[in-house]
């Protein structure tokens, strides 16, 4: 129910709220069991993919914070001690600061858009001793608090108690073991509903009573520190659930009636997934969140007693609750408050507690979970986010993509799951003292410089993205992510890439009998060889099948490297593989046959001796200059060999330059600049031919949106990565500025010794230009952030953050599936190179091998390409590649997908018109001559033809005349 009419019904019968009672269960507990396997029938990857939708109309968009980590003034105003004060130096003897801070946290407020504050009372600072008189500056403070929140029409969520029990109970009475603590809490809470009540709508007992009970008083991991072991972690539990039940119980009989607000307690959990999809998996996942979650949702939320399987394994220790005590639990909350984060769902969760499973970030898995185990509640999450270093000052990417992640999660358990979530909060407001990991890590929406005197208080690129993600109430579809209708231009180029083709004939000369009737092997005869011949292409009998099976994906180009280490040994043209030349020179033959144009490039790096021949590779490789002239030889023997009947090119083939010394990537520019003029010069004329380098070309985004300095890293990134190769040859025939300034920068500080080399200026003009189209390579897209948070993601070389959106689908090897960014790839090129011809020359992504219906590859081909049909709505590209990886003698469901797209040249909708697209003739060199002159060979073959009749009618007339005369 929408909260407003709640509300109204709430208002409007106070005398039904008289004898309001605990709702009754409605289902048996244990029937989260399913959600498992339920998540698991899914389909994917459609259920992964981020959803674009908005949450309900008036939903609860707020943030949170703990007194004791940010209020601070310990000691101000006659506040008494809690368990936490002396625990840690410095603690949170100052935080943020909060307590004389609170316009200024009520104006971040204000700043955000939000509709919620959720907040804890420090019942030291109310009570200093835990009980007595009240302290007349601590009522005020609190009262001062919820006015300024209702004048910027933010929503109070309270809590009563957030870990900071007044030191004084814990001393005088043992704290939560005390049997005595419920009805002082009691006490606490009655003070607390009378004079805050009126403006207080949600209120939460307690926070996370798993981590009080056994860190508090079991492992004595955090304050008291009390190292009982399980049987007294086991008794604070028990106390921690009656002094709850007491205080629902006295709102719900004394002050709901006239305050019309709703009680809850804030449970924390994990959410863990069975190492193996087996039934025993599956229950020791439903134990581990029993144990921590159902310890005390299942007694509330059911039936009053603890979840059975931890009766069943812990016997005596778990103290029992009495059927009056059960009775009195049993139903003892408005609304599910759920607590899901790093520190209270992970870090604190002790190992033995997994049950041997996998812990995981899935929140609508839990969230599922809770619904289908707890009757279907309406669920509050009053704390979620993760946490960035405490050296990340205001760019929190990771931070902000977790949030993110997150926030999606619940989207999708509301819009796909049915399930009644009516508000989120963030934690934290602001950075603060986080607990047992102390200013270590940060987790506010703003940034507290803890240094200043007046706590500078700033907003993170986290508070800018979430007041956009309130303004928007969520992530509503946008026009860029919708997929389009339309067609391709008709010589648009289809393709698939393999990376190298290579067979061995059967040459071997000997002659053989096979031994039909005992070995069943083939014998050699000695003395005998079969005769020699020339080569023919039948004996490559590999070929036909690697052909047709090209035919049925009706690609019209197929793109493949040559190898050079095979083709010249010894590097040099002393000795000449003819057998595999002559292979190739068949292989390209057969695909013009077929109507297939091959696209070949001369080199493409190897793990093996980059791909040389192991003469150049032993003596420096593209490091020695001679390597230069060595791959100019090769590339004339190619052009002399193939080019007749290869009309595309490719010098380099994805140099990676992640592997490239500066010197080597100069060598390697000489060498393609070298090879291209060579084409110009001596083969274009007759051959009629294209060529070109292939630049692997993967996007670069910034992390965060708003940050200048993520925008400076993803330029710089780009500039090394292509522009290092690509801005000599399609641009000022140097290297970039961007990576001379970088490297000045960087040596002038004396760490490192990086040398660029210069190009002459006849070199200049020897490598600018040298190209007749941009081929590129375009596989995933990363983020990149300025802020070092992972040591093991950052370039120190390039001071650049790799991270991940985890809401990005990615690949069994973790490669993003991004298809926005290879459109954005295109825009970018196209700003820098202007109107220059495209080739896609490989994109593709790795899918589950043990899967055979590929269907993340089916999704990445789909969208992939209907990216670029957007890019090519603006940007006017000419020709795309979509090659994929491999060819299988087997059709994959994606490859029929694909041969779907090429036959209808694009997405037609049936409002597009239709298209006749001439069919091009097979590109033969043989048939070319005859095609380029029809009108010649008409009238040779009319001459012919006269000529033939002519000489019939001189023999028929001659012979006439020889009967005449006899």
């Not at 129910?1 to 109204?8: Q, S, V």
């Not at 860029?480 to 180029?493: K, L, R, S, T, V």
């Amino acid at each position: 129910m929408p909260a407003p009419r709640r509300l109204l019904l709430l208002l409007l019968a106070p005398p039904l709220l008289l004898l309001a009672s605990p709702p009754p269960a409605l289902g048996a507990p244990g029937q989260g069991a399913g959600t498992w396997a339920r998540f698991a029938r899914l389909p994917y990857p459609e259920d992964e993919l981020f959803l674009h939708d908005t949450f309900p109309d008036g939903f609860l968009w707020g943030a949170g914070s703990a007194a004791y980590q940010s209020e601070g003034a310990w000691r101000q105003d006659g506040k008494g001690a809690s368990v936490w004060d002396g625990w840690a130096a410095p603690g949170g003897d100052v935080a943020s600061d909060s307590y004389n801070n609170q316009f200024r946290d009520a104006e971040g407020l204000r700043r955000l858009g939000l509709r919620h504050y959720r907040f804890s009372l420090a019942w030291a600072r109310l009570l200093p001793n835990g009980t007595g008189a009240p302290s007349a500056a601590g009522l005020e403070h609190y009262a001062r608090l919820l006015r300024r929140l209702r004048a910027r029409g933010v929503e109070p969520v309270v809590t009563l108690y957030h870990w900071d029990l007044p030191r004084a109970l814990q001393r005088a009475l043992g704290g939560w073991a005390s049997p005595a603590l419920p009805d002082l809490f009691r006490a606490y809470a009655e003070l607390c509903f009378r004079h805050f009540g009126a403006h207080v709508r949600y209120w939460l007992t307690m926070d996370n009573p798993y981590v009080v009970a056994w860190h508090g008083y079991a492992t004595g991991r955090l304050p008291p520190g009390v190292r009982g072991g399980a049987a007294m972690g086991y008794r604070a539990a028990r106390h921690l659930l009656q002094a709850h039940a007491k205080v629902w119980h006295l709102y719900n009989d004394h002050f709901r009636p006239t305050q019309g607000g709703e009680v809850s307690i804030a449970l924390s959990s994990h959410w863990i997934k069975p190492q193996y999809m087996s039934e025993q998996n599956i229950k020791e996942c439903q134990k581990s969140l029993d144990f921590v979650l159902g310890w005390f949702a299942k007694p509330i939320f059911i039936d009053g007693d603890y979840p059975e399987s931890m009766k069943s394994n812990l016997s005596s220790l778990l103290p029992e609750f009495s059927e009056a005590e059960k009775k009195y639990i049993k139903g003892t909350a408005d609304f599910f408050a759920l607590s899901f984060g790093a520190t209270l769902s992970f870090q604190l969760l002790d190992s033995h507690m997994k049950f041997q499973q996998v812990e995981s970030l899935s929140l609508r898995q839990l969230l599922f979970w809770i619904n289908s185990e707890y009757n279907h509640p309406k669920i509050f999450i009053v704390e979620n986010s993760w946490f960035v270093s405490g050296s990340t000052k205001r760019d929190d990417a990771k931070y902000m993509y977790y949030l993110k992640k997150f926030i999606m999660e619940t989207l999708k358990a509301i819009r796909y799951d049915g399930i009644d979530v009516f508000g989120y909060t963030v934690w934290s407001l602001m950075d603060g003292f986080e607990w047992h990991r102390g200013y270590s890590i940060r987790r506010g929406l703003y940034y507290v410089d803890f240094e200043s005197h007046d706590k500078k208080f700033m907003p993170k690129s986290s508070a800018l993205f979430y007041q956009k993600l309130i303004e928007k109430n969520g992530f509503p579809p946008l026009p860029e992510n919708q997929p389009i209708a339309g067609m391709f231009p008709c010589n648009f180029a289809w393709g698939i890439k393999k990376q190298l083709i290579c067979s061995s004939p059967f040459l071997d000369p000997n002659v053989y009998l096979w031994d039909v009737h005992q070995t069943k092997k083939l014998i050699k005869v000695d003395g005998i060889l079969a005769p020699k011949r020339k080569r023919h292409c039948v004996d490559f009998a590999a070929i036909r099948l690697q052909i047709s099976l090209l035919q049925e994906t009706h690609v019209t180009h197929f793109h493949f490297s040559l190898k050079w280490s095979l083709i010249l040994p010894l590097g040099n043209l002393s000795l000449i593989n003819h057998t595999l030349l002559h292979y190739y020179q068949c292989f390209v033959s057969e695909l013009l046959r077929v109507n297939i144009t091959p696209v070949v490039a001369l080199w493409q790096p190897m793990a093996e001796n980059q791909g040389l021949p192991l003469s150049l590779a032993k003596y420096g490789a593209w490091e020695n200059t001679e390597t230069i002239q060595a791959f100019v030889e090769y590339a004339r023997l190619c052009f002399k060999n193939l080019g007749h009947r290869v009309k595309f090119w490719i010098t380099m083939n994805e140099p990676y330059v992640r592997n490239l010394t500066y010197t080597a990537g100069h060598n390697l520019l000489k060498a393609h600049a070298k090879a291209w003029h060579l084409y110009d010069k001596e083969f274009r004329r007759s051959q009629k031919g294209k060529i070109s380098i292939a630049l692997q070309a993967d996007w670069a985004e910034p992390a965060c949106p708003f940050s200048k300095n993520d925008q400076e890293v993803a330029d710089r990134l780009l500039e090394f990565d292509i522009g290092w190769l690509a801005e000599p040859i399609f641009g000022n025939g140097d290297y970039p500025r961007v990576m001379r300034e970088w490297l000045h920068q960087r040596n002038s500080v004396d760490l490192y010794n990086f040398h660029l080399p210069y190009f002459s200026e006849e070199e200049k003009k020897l490598i600018q230009g040298s190209y007749d189209f941009f081929a590129l390579s375009h596989y995933t897209t990363i983020l990149v952030d300025w802020e070092k948070e992972d040591p093991l993601k950052y370039d120190h070389y390039l001071e650049v953050q790799m991270i991940n959106d985890i809401t990005w689908l990615n690949s069994p090897s973790r490669t993003a599936v991004v298809p926005w960014g290879l459109r954005k790839l295109l825009k970018w090129i196209k700003s820098k190179y202007g109107d220059v011809p495209i080739y896609i020359v490989a994109n593709g992504i790795d899918d589950d091998q043990n899967v055979v219906h590929d269907k993340l590859r089916i999704y990445y081909i789909q969208n992939y390409i209907n990216e670029v049909l957007k890019g090519k709505e603006f940007l006017e590209f000419s020709v795309y590649n979509p090659f994929s990886t491999e060819i299988h003698s087997y059709e994959a469901p994606s490859m029929k997908h694909y041969r779907e797209i090429i036959d209808n040249n694009g997405f037609p909708s049936p409002e597009t018109p239709e298209r006749w697209c001439p069919e091009e003739l097979a590109l033969c060199p043989e048939c070319s001559f005859f095609r380029t002159r029809k009108s010649l060979l008409a009238f040779i073959s009319f001459i012919f033809f006269a000529f033939i009749v002519t000489i019939f009618f001189i023999i028929y007339h001659s012979r006439r005349d020889e009967r005449r005369y006899k």
